[in-house]
């Protein structure tokens, strides 16, 4: 398995601004991932971050409002850009686990409110 | 890409009872897992399951690979079961360590 955490866990922000989510994870991983759960909703993949190369991200999401940086294997952030309501989601990062199966794994989330 | 389905969207037992659920796919999948996610929005690992069955205690899961569906069993429900489960793949291909999320099906155990 692997431990993974993330900051904040949770905020309220004001339109327009921006906010840095970081994942720290207890061992070296290859990839780590970004998704976005909408409230009531399934969570979405949002970008696979890679460690010395830009991040990929999924249709839909782009990288002026959602940057996203890999300076090193154990860590990663995710910047939500000029906020609005509709920003408001748990956002969740993950990793796979050490040894031969690729489970991935999740960290706690940060709980994000934009009013 | 790949399609996902979990039944039913809800479900409402009492303690003690026994439920399925199930989750469809549309394509091969590399990965399959199973996650209920707590009240506080925190996603705990079920079962990493992408063919066969697997048993957890009161928790068991089967995945037949070949007709593309997944069932979670879940017996002598207690309230503490609770909450959302997700069903979620990694579609065969280029698509590695990538999931794709079912909506979920909410449980509520009452005492």
């Known amino acids: 398995s692997a431990v993974i955490s993330q900051k904040p866990s949770r905020d309220i922000c004001q339109r327009g601004t921006s906010l840095t989510i970081q994942c720290q994870v207890d061992s070296q991983v290859t990839m780590m991932f970004w998704y976005r759960q909408q409230p009531g909703q399934s969570l979405t993949l949002i970008a696979t971050a890679n460690q010395g190369s830009e991040a990929t991200y999924e249709s839909g999401f782009v990288i002026d409002k959602f940057p996203i940086s890999r300076p090193n294997l154990t860590f990663s952030t995710l910047t939500v850009s000029n906020m609005s309501p509709e920003d408001s989601s748990i956002y969740l990062c993950?990793?796979?686990?050490?040894?031969?199966?690729?489970?991935?794994?999740f960290g706690p989330g940060t709980r994000l409110t934009v009013l | 890409g790949i399609q996902v389905e979990q039944s039913p969207p809800d479900l409402i037992l009492q303690e003690g009872a026994n439920s399925t659920l199930r989750c469809n796919f549309s394509?091969?999948?590399?990965?399959l897992q199973w996650f209920h996610q707590n009240p506080w929005g925190q996603l705990i690992n079920l079962f990493y399951?992408?063919?066969g069955t697997k048993q957890n205690g009161r928790l068991s899961a089967t995945t037949v690979a070949t007709e593309r569906y997944s069932l979670l069993y879940i017996s002598s429900s207690q309230t503490t079961d609770s909450g959302v489960y997700f069903c979620?793949?990694?579609?065969?291909?280029?698509?590695?360590?990538?999931?794709?999320f079912g909506q979920g099906t909410i449980l509520t155990v009452h005492p």
């Open positions: 979620a793949v990694e579609a065969g291909g280029t698509s590695y360590g990538k999931l794709t």
């Open positions: 394509d091969s999948v590399n990965n």
């Open positions: 399951i992408p063919s």
């Open positions: 993950s990793v796979e686990g050490q040894g031969h199966y690729n489970e991935q794994f």
